[in-house]
Each structure stands twice: as structure tokens, then as C-alpha cells.
């Protein structure tokens, strides 16, 4: 290349960005100028070095030109391109270190504190075993895992389970899901977690102790689908009849529920399916009430059958699964599948995309959130092998394993974790059907003879299609089931029989690799890896030793399996890392010994099996001697065949189902409050017992004043004090404690009130009215009050429409508030307070006591509450931020709030809001240290409450649906323009929402600024529930176009 020198000045270039290549191999290329191949340097080390497949065939191109002068203007653009990745690639890099390093000092940072803060020193019994040391079922590896050498361990367990009638709810939103003729593969969204999802329900069924399985996803009607998307329900069969079948009663069995929600006639992707999960889960909420009475009354003497847990599956999923189990105050299950964290770290590092590109296509942050939540409210978080909690969990906020092993050796000591949690991490590998495989027991030498009693059998086509292209087929075939991509590293696996002599004489290699018609018509990447085998095989001279069909069925695969346990062959899976491994519990079903990567899910899966070896996927040497050990040694792979065969059972739907099961026994049970001591009152009708009326509370609320009295005489600390002796005693009451002193006088009042006592004025109303307006000062939030009660005068005075207010003050200052504006608290039915930590009804015969505390509130919302350990890391946040501040001058920040603070939210007041971070750096702080929480920023900035995780004012409007069956359908709620942090949650759901133009549109941007992600990620487009009203005078039109009184 004569006369290009140019050349030299732009690969200098190169060199001089550093780490993307080997600087002293490229440098000796450029000084030994006579040898210098340009074609050599160009696609051996920059063009696989970054990875862009396109630049391949620019240099093609340029190759194959003629003219010099073009062919010199294409190099120089190709390099001037080269240059450019060089430098984004190192770019990137240091961004990575800056993440990575930010993260770790945010980790070590927050378990710092959350150590400090724990009264003990850590001992040596709370260090725990580290991660590496936990073997596929979480025990240590000291241990080796014991298994199920019989099918009478598993009778005996089964026995065990008799008796209990077990309702478990699965969660999993996008794709296609169907029984039978799953369409895998038809798009992104409908792949390997469909089938899993409808085997495990199918599975779980099956199991004994568990009466019916939920599988509950999206209905979709669209025309492009098929109809049967569009049934309601469609019932699972079990795959056998025999072995762990359980006796199904009228409602049992798995079932697939599908929950209409999102546009009615279209099928979206996961990515737009964000903004309707509101609506989902009121939808399901609805299905598991119904279900659970109606099991109840099939099974348990009337009494529901609530959910032993909900399984949400893929961040979208876990978001719902956790905003029901809060709804229902049952424990949450969790498994990822893929993750978002993961996923970006991975397309940041690719180089091609921005963070913000890539969150407008994938909708990654409002993903990572979900997870963040689902880590937040899951009791267990299962996953497939420990290299997903290794690499991928503890990139997340609300996962650290050293702090996660600290907290579990401290609940063993029975010493107090200071209000912290930590989701338990549970590898339970997926589980595979069995019963329909028969291992192959031949081989090719004794069934080339047949006789009388056992005649040849002819060759299936896809065996002729694979021996075809060898020279001598009975060799032992080393099969590669893959598709052409650089993680899987084939063309390492073809470089090592290549370049192995004794391999290559011993066996025959067998590369599966989906399907083509056309080179040229393949993805870059894949027809890239492709070509790179192509030319290996023609370097090393393998014809007659390789075989790469073009095309095979997945009917095919058992087949193809077969082929190689009939040849003694080995299978391989060499990736550079495998998060899993299916393929290989798949052949090792068919007795096929592995050779399998080191790095990832093969480790679990080889512990278990014993019946193979691993390698280093890099180095050619290692995986050429592990085939060759296999294929080699007779004994050595009769030995791998019979482990594997003896062993596979612990990869079985009935081993994974038993695990997952007994993982659930171990949760702590949960389920409605006022459910729980049904028991104690079988003497009381439904109508009478204290379990669904407010005598239990109403009665003893006789001294519960809230008046403007007790303000001035006792002050508000006080009051919160008494409030607490009361909920106490409320407490006591609901357990018995005072069942024999007490109930009696207690039911001989109540029996004085009329029937409209029993029950909160809610239960009577056709519709609710939530005024949700957010505002700072109260005064105002009661002008627009007036104006919504002038509009519905009517319908109020009638009785027909009951009002609620949700709001972030507390109920001291509404009382204080009411009187101030001459309203009354009897105008309103409910009150949700302190931002949905607190819920109270307006009593109806008593104005000395106008509110009705609902302890079964607080009970049902106080999962994970930190109490005094996050109240105490909350001030000491407050502290240092103030500190920072006035240390440069400024003023105080924030400082605590005791007089707005209450025992289930802790309130703070803002002195400069310009220099309070934002709401998801609150969050953040908190997750690091293992406190779970729901911070909200509300008051127009002047306010921070900090209440329980699961607790909101929307999930308080789903509490009265689940308690007092309150209509979901049937309530409206008026919010401003904008408001409070928590403001996109009141405007999802069945409900319907009028917003009111001109209220609250100044409300600080400070409040929304540096979102975890964009309001329209969450938010419905064009959504006809949600109108918008011009002014006062426009609300009953606005409510007539909703459709709120007709009929």
C-alpha cells in the first residue's frame, strides 16, 4: 500500500487512546513497516476488538475497489471511524470506573451507617459464608446437597402436605400466554418466560397441599392475535395424570385469568405497558377478592381463602405484585428474569446508544424502579443461579449480600436489625418436564446389525441431514446446540478441535446453530460469527469432521440429542458466560456427559449433576483436553452418563415445585387483619361481628377526641401520646385480652345505635368523591372543597355520593381546619391522612368524638416499618444535611417535624427546598441501608412524610374496597395540575379523575426535577377516564361526560 503513509498517522491515533487494544503487539505491527498487512491489523484487531460488525464489510468493500483514489478515501474514512470508537470506547470506560466507584462508596457508605447503627460490633457468627460459598439451593458447600435418592422421599413429603388447601397467585404481564401451542418466538416479549410461567403454574397444581393456581396476565383482543388471547379464563391440565396429581375440588386446578387492561383492541409491547399497570392490579385486586371467597366457600366454611403468596415474574409484573400484596397484606415472591440494571450496563458499555436514548426505547428507569420496589416488598426474590445475585442483584439499590448476611445471622441470634430488611435470595433452578424422555441405551456399532427381535431402524431425516457431512459418522459426536453469536464463543470451540489432532481423529463436531437460508440475509453479528467458523473449517482442513446443518425443527432437538448419546458423544456449552444453562440439564436428560463454561449457571448445575467437567472458556487448551478426557475415556463417560441420568430428577417440575413450596412455608403468614380471630366470634352473624364493623373500634374510640379543646389543654404531643395508649387498646381488645370484661357492655352500646352505626357511611354510597388536591395551606384546599360540594349539592344531600379527602396533613390540622372554613367533619365519609399512613371515618353519633381511627389499617400497611431505626437514620440525614449547609453559610435545610409526625409517618419540615435533593435520592439513601420506605415530598415543598412502603393514599382507596367493598369503578378523585410526589398514582386505575385546570400549576418544580424517570412513563395517553376541568362551574359537566350519575 504504497503511498498511504497517511495511514500510519491515523493508527497512531488509535494507539494513543489506550486500553481498547494490545499496544505492543499493534506497535510492533506498525514498525516493521516492510511486513506491515494492513487487511490483518485492520479486522484482527480493531474490527474485533470493538465489536462493530459493519466495519467488516466497509473494509470489503474497499478492498474490492479498483480505483486507487477511491479505495484510499474509503480507508481514510474507515479509519477516521476506527478512531472515533477508539475514543467513545475509552470514554465509556471512564465513565464506568466513575459508576462503579460511586456505587461502591454508596454501598460502603450506607452499610457504615446501618452497621453503626446497630448495637452490637459485628462478630464472627454474623460475617456469615460468602456468596461463592452457597450451593445451588442456598446451603453451604461443606454440606454437599443431599438428594432425593428415592421416589419414597418424595411420597413422604407429599404426605406431609396433605391437608392443606393452598391458593397461590402468579404474576406475569407481556406477551402471548397460552396453554397449549405457545407461539415462542413470535415476537420479543414471547419466549422462554411464557413457558415457564405456564408450566410452573401447571406444576405447582399438581403438587399436593395446593388447591388452585392463578396465572394471571393480559387479556388481549386485538385483531392481529389470535381469539384465544382474548378469553377470560382458560384452565391448565396437568401434563400426567399420575405421580403428585392433587385431588382438584369444583375451583381448583391452574388456571390462566386474563385482566383486561390497556387499549382494548391492540396488542403493545412490554416497554408501553407501564402506564396501565394501575389498572391491572385494581383488576386482579377484584379477581383474588372474588376467588378467595369463593374457595372460601367450597373449602373453609365460608371463610375466604386468601393468597399464600404472589409470584410477580419480569419487573413489570413485580411492580404489581407488589402493590397487591400491599393491597392485600400478603407476602410477594419475585423472580426477574432479565434485568434492567443489567441490561443498561450492557448498552452503555456497547457504546452506540445514550442513557437517554436508551431510556426512551426501553423504558429502562421506570424498569429498574420496578425492580427496586419488588425488592422493597418481596419476602423472597428466587432466582435461577448465583451468578444472577453475584453480578446482577447487587447492582441494585435495595441488595447488598454482605449487609443481607449480616441482617439473617442477626435474626438468628434473635438480636434486633433496627428496622432493617433484606429480601432472602433463593436459587431454585427451573424445572423441566421428564417423564416423556428415554435415554438412548445403544450405540451406532451395535445397531448397524439388526437381527430378528431387534431390526434396524431407519435413520430420522435430521440424523441424515447431520451425518451427511461426515466421512466417518460413527465417530463420537461432541454436539454445540447455539446460536451464532459472540457470547457463545463457537469460534473458540472451533479453533480447539482444529487445532487438537488426537480430537479430531477420536470425534466428529456438531454445530447447531439455528437456522438460515442466505448468508447475506443474517444480522451482522450472527452472519459475522458465522463466516468466522466457515473460515476456520477451511483453515484447518475439517471437512468430513463438522457438521452445520442450515435448517432444524425444534421438534428436532430430542432427536438430535438422541443422535449423540447414541454415538458416546459429549455435549458443550463453551459461552463466555451463561447465566443458566438449559440445554444442559437437556442433554444430560437424554445421557449425554457436559463440558460446560465455568462462568455462570453450568457451576450449579455441574454441583448437582457430577456428570461432566468445566473449562475455561478462553483458553482452547482447556476445552480441547476436557473433550478429549470424555471421549477418550470409556469409563470416565459411562461414570458422567450415569450421574447425570441418576441425578436429573433434582432439575424435575416436582423437585423445583417441593423447594419453591417449602420456601413459601417459611414467609411469615399475612393476610387481613380483621381476618385473622375469625374463630373467636362463630356466635356472631356476618352482619354482627366485629371483624366487618366498626364497633370494635367506634366504642372504644369514646375518648378519642380531636378537638381544638385538647390542643390547647394537653398540647398535640400529648394527644399523639394518648392516641397511642387507645390504639393499644384497641389492640388487646381485638386479640381477646379483654373479651371477658369488656365485650359484653361494649356490644349491649352498640346494640343501642341504629344499623347505620355498624357500618361506615361508605359502605351506603353509589358513588365517592376523593378530593386529592394538594396543596399548602389548608385554608385553600377547602375553597375548592365548597366549590366540588356547591356542584353536587344534590347528590349530597341525598345521601347517594359520600366524600373522602386524601391529603398529606395530618388529622389535628384538618379538624383545626374544618371548623376554621364552617365545615364538618360528618361532610366527609373517610379522611386519609399524613399522605396514606393513616385512615379515619367521621363518626355519625357523636360530635364531642368526630373521628374513628382504623387500627386494621395500620396493621394491614406496617410491613417492613422501620419504627425507631429509620426514624433515627432519617433525623441524623436531616442533620448532615443541615450541617453541610450552615457550615458554608447557608441556612437549615431540614429539620424533623414531631408535631406532624405520628407512629407510622415520620414528618419533616423544609427550610430551603432549593437545596434538598430530590425524593429519589431519599429513596436511594434508604434502600442502601436496608430501610424500606415511602418518602413523599409534598406541601408544595414544605413537607417531607415518610410512611410505610406499601402505604399510599391510592393503595388507602384499595384498602375500603378490600374491607368495606368499596366500588373502584365508582370513584372519582379530583386532583390539580400537579401535586404532591406521590401525584401519578392517584390518576391510574379503574377509577376516573377530573383534573382541575389553574389549581396547583405553580406547585414547585423542584418537587418533580430529576425524576428516576419521564411522568409519561407512567401516565396514560388520551385516557377517556380523566377529564380536565376549566372551572368550578365546569365539574358537573365534566362529570356527566364521565358517565358518574347515569342511571
Not at 388481549?220 to 403428585?244: F, H, I, K, Q
Amino acid at each position: 500500500m504504497a503511498g498511504n503513509d497517511w495511514i500510519n498517522s491515523y493508527l497512531e491515533a488509535i494507539l494513543d487512546v489506550g486500553q481498547g487494544l494490545d499496544e505492543k503487539k499493534s506497535s510492533l505491527l506498525l514498525r516493521e513497516r516492510g511486513r506491515f498487512s494492513p487487511t490483518r491489523y485492520f479486522v484482527e484487531q480493531v474490527i474485533t476488538g470493538f465489536d462493530e460488525t459493519d466495519l467488516y464489510r466497509s473494509w470489503v468493500k474497499a478492498a474490492a475497489t479498483r480505483s486507487p483514489q477511491e479505495r484510499n478515501t474509503r480507508l481514510e474514512n474507515m479509519c477516521w471511524r476506527i478512531w472515533n470508537l477508539a475514543r467513545q470506547k475509552k470514554q465509556l470506560e471512564g465513565e464506568l470506573t466513575q459508576r462503579m466507584n460511586k456505587r461502591r462508596l454508596e454501598r460502603e457508605s450506607g452499610r457504615k451507617e446501618a452497621t453503626a447503627d446497630m448495637s452490637e460490633d459485628i462478630s464472627e457468627g454474623e460475617k456469615g459464608d460468602t456468596i461463592s460459598e452457597m450451593s445451588v439451593h442456598g446451603e453451604n458447600n461443606r454440606s454437599r446437597l443431599r438428594r432425593i435418592e428415592s421416589v419414597e422421599t418424595m411420597e413422604a413429603w407429599a404426605s406431609q402436605q396433605k391437608g392443606k388447601k393452598l391458593y397461590i397467585v402468579l404474576v406475569s404481564l407481556h406477551g402471548l400466554i397460552r396453554g397449549e401451542n405457545m407461539e415462542l418466538g413470535r415476537d420479543s416479549d414471547t419466549g422462554g418466560q411464557v413457558k415457564y410461567v405456564v408450566e410452573l403454574a401447571r406444576a405447582l397444581a399438581s403438587m399436593p397441599g395446593v388447591y388452585r393456581v392463578d396465572l394471571l396476565t393480559r387479556q388481549v383482543s386485538a385483531p392481529d392475535v389470535d381469539w384465544s388471547y382474548g378469553e377470560p379464563t382458560e384452565m391448565l391440565p396437568p401434563r400426567n395424570s399420575d405421580g403428585m396429581m392433587n385431588e382438584t375440588g369444583e375451583s381448583g386446578g391452574a388456571y390462566i385469568v386474563r385482566i383486561p387492561f390497556g387499549p382494548r383492541d391492540k396488542y403493545i409491547p412490554k416497554e408501553l405497558i407501564w402506564p396501565y399497570l394501575p389498572e391491572f392490579v385494581d383488576g386482579a385486586l377484584n379477581h383474588i377478592i372474588q376467588m378467595s371467597k369463593a374457595l372460601g366457600e367450597q373449602i373453609f366454611s365460608g371463610h375466604p381463602v386468601w393468597p399464600v403468596a404472589i409470584h410477580g415474574h419480569y419487573a413489570d409484573a413485580g411492580d404489581a405484585a407488589a402493590l397487591l400484596s400491599g393491597a392485600l397484606n400478603v407476602p410477594m415472591l419475585f423472580t426477574g428474569h432479565s434485568l434492567g440494571r443489567d441490561k443498561l450496563e450492557q448498552l452503555l458499555r456497547q457504546g452506540r446508544t445514550s442513557k437517554d436514548e436508551i431510556n426512551a426505547t426501553y423504558k429502562i428507569m421506570r424498569r429498574i424502579e420496578a425492580e427496586e420496589l419488588a425488592l422493597d416488598a418481596s419476602e423472597i426474590v428466587i432466582t435461577s443461579t448465583r451468578q444472577e445475585i453475584e453480578e446482577q442483584w447487587r447492582l441494585y439499590d435495595g441488595f447488598d449480600p454482605i449487609l443481607q448476611r449480616k441482617l439473617r445471622a442477626r435474626i438468628k441470634r434473635n438480636v434486633s436489625c433496627y428496622g432493617r430488611f433484606m429480601p432472602r435470595m433463593v436459587v431454585i433452578p427451573p424445572g423441566m418436564e421428564f417423564h416423556h424422555i428415554v435415554p438412548h441405551d445403544g450405540d451406532m456399532d451395535n445397531e448397524a446389525e439388526g437381527n430378528e427381535e431387534h431390526p434396524t431402524t431407519p435413520d430420522l431425516p435430521i440424523w441424515s441431514e447431520i451425518m451427511r457431512f461426515f466421512s466417518n459418522p460413527r465417530k463420537p459426536m461432541i454436539l454445540a446446540l447455539a446460536r451464532p453469536d459472540p457470547k457463545k464463543n463457537l469460534t473458540t470451540l472451533v479453533k480447539a478441535f482444529g487445532e487438537c489432532r488426537p480430537l479430531r481423529e477420536l470425534a466428529n463436531l456438531t454445530l447447531i446453530m439455528g437456522n438460515r437460508d442466505d448468508l447475506d440475509e443474517m444480522s451482522g453479528t450472527n452472519a459475522t460469527v458465522l463466516l468466522s467458523i466457515l473460515k476456520l473449517i477451511d483453515k484447518h482442513d475439517l471437512y468430513g469432521q463438522v457438521a452445520y446443518p442450515k435448517h432444524h425443527k425444534q421438534s428436532d432437538v430430542p432427536d438430535i440429542y438422541r443422535l449423540a448419546a447414541k454415538t458416546k458423544g459429549v455435549f458443550i456449552n463453551p459461552a463466555i458466560i451463561e447465566p443458566f444453562g438449559l440445554t444442559l440439564i437437556e442433554a444430560a436428560a437424554y445421557g449425554l456427559p457436559i463440558v460446560a463454561t465455568k462462568n455462570g449457571g453450568p457451576v450449579d448445575i455441574q454441583r448437582v449433576l457430577d456428570n461432566g467437567l468445566l473449562i475455561d472458556p478462553h483458553d482452547q487448551k482447556s476445552i480441547a483436553d476436557a473433550l478429549l478426557k470424555l471421549v477418550a475415556d470409556n469409563q470416565l463417560w459411562a461414570k458422567c452418563r450415569q450421574n447425570g441420568l441418576k441425578n436429573i430428577h433434582l432439575f424435575s417440575w416436582p423437585e423445583h415445585c417441593k423447594a419453591y413450596l417449602t420456601r413459601i412455608a417459611s414467609c411469615k403468614t399475612r393476610q387481613p387483619m380483621w381476618q385473622r380471630n375469625i374463630d373467636d366470634d362463630d356466635d356472631n352473624s356476618e352482619s354482627d361481628s366485629p371483624n366487618d364493623s366498626l364497633r370494635d373500634v367506634h366504642d372504644i374510640s369514646l375518648n378519642l377526641r380531636f378537638s381544638l379543646d385538647a390542643e390547647k389543654n394537653e398540647g398535640i404531643g400529648n394527644t399523639s401520646f394518648d392516641s397511642t395508649k387507645l390504639e393499644n387498646a384497641v389492640l388487646a381488645w381485638s386479640k381477646g385480652v379483654l373479651k371477658n370484661t369488656q365485650k359484653a357492655s361494649l356490644t349491649e352500646k352498640a346494640e343501642q345505635n341504629n344499623n347505620t352505626g355498624k357500618f361506615p357511611a361508605i359502605r351506603r354510597r353509589k358513588h365517592i368523591i376523593v378530593i386529592a388536591i394538594d396543596v399548602d395551606v389548608l385554608s385553600d384546599l377547602f375553597q375548592h372543597v365548597k366549590k366540588i360540594f356547591e356542584a353536587l349539592e344534590k347528590e349530597k344531600n341525598d345521601g347517594l355520593v359520600g366524600f373522602i379527602l386524601a391529603t398529606s396533613f395530618t388529622i389535628i390540622e384538618i379538624h383545626s381546619s374544618l371548623l376554621d372554613n364552617g365545615l364538618s367533619p360528618s361532610d366527609f365519609d373517610a379522611f386519609i391522612c399524613n399522605s396514606g399512613s393513616d385512615l379515619y371515618y367521621s363518626s355519625p353519633t357523636s360530635e364531642e368524638n368526630p373521628f374513628v381511627v382504623d387500627l386494621y389499617y395500620h396493621a394491614h400497611t406496617e410491613y417492613r416499618w422501620g419504627v425507631e431505626g429509620l426514624r433515627r437514620t432519617l433525623v441524623r440525614w436531616a442533620q448532615n444535611l443541615s450541617d453541610k449547609k450552615t457550615e458554608k453559610g447557608g441556612s437549615l435545610v431540614v429539620s424533623e417535624d414531631e408535631t406532624a409526625s405520628t407512629d407510622y409517618c415520620y414528618s419533616f419540615k423544609v427550610h430551603t427546598l432549593e437545596k434538598v435533593p430530590p425524593v429519589k435520592e431519599v429513596r436511594k439513601l434508604m434502600r442502601i441501608q436496608a430501610l424500606r420506605c415511602h418518602p413523599v415530598y409534598c406541601q408544595n415543598g414544605n413537607r417531607i412524610n415518610v410512611i410505610p412502603v406499601l402505604a399510599s393514599r391510592s393503595q388507602a382507596l384499595r384498602y375500603l374496597y378490600l374491607r368495606w367493598g368499596v366500588d373502584l369503578s365508582k370513584i372519582v378523585v379530583f386532583v390539580g395540575e400537579s401535586g404532591d410526589t406521590d401525584y401519578e398514582q392517584l390518576l391510574g386505575g379503574i377509577h376516573q379523575s377530573v383534573i382541575l385546570k389553574g389549581i396547583c400549576e405553580t406547585a414547585n418544580n423542584l418537587l418533580h426535577a430529576n425524576r428516576t424517570y419521564p411522568l409519561s412513563h407512567v401516565l396514560p395517553l388520551d385516557n377517556p377516564k380523566i377529564q380536565e376541568c376549566l372551572s368550578s362551574d365546569d365539574i358537573r359537566n365534566k362529570l356527566d361526560k364521565l358517565g358518574v350519575f347515569k342511571g
